[in-house]
């Protein structure tokens, strides 16, 4: 895989997580009745819920957005983008995790998580364990040199 297709795969990663973010959230009503049922449904909003109980969904809204500047760094092979992703990664996953007894996810919603998941692990195993991993080093040492040029 060269650069250029990471980075493709990075922004795909992006728009899906996107498209998962808006399809978990939409409202049942805004939907089009053939997939009305089959959505991914928050119940979080209902009566009684108190501030300890968004905790695990702001969690997963700062993780997202920590993603995105995460991705913003993978694709100009910065060393923190490696960190701050695989961070990311595990604060959704513990926000998820958090989460079990409040959320109902199905159809696009499962759908789009499961490709999510997918991109994300390909995403670390491809900076950790591919010759790409060497992107991020090899950007370090460039501007080594370039500040003793």
Known sequence: MTRQQFRLLVVLYQFVAFGLLVVSELPEQFLPPDIRNDSGQSVLDVPGNSFLDDIPRLIY???TFLNVVASIGLCFGKKW?????VGGVLAILLSSWLTDGYYLGGGWSGAL???TNLLE???IALIYF????RMFSEHQESDHTANAI
């Open 61 to 63: 809204y700062a993780a």
């Open 81 to 85: 983008g490696r960190s701050l992703f």
């Open 113 to 115: 998580s499961y490709v």
């Open 121 to 123: 692990g390909m995403i």
């Open 130 to 133: 591919s010759h790409l991993r």
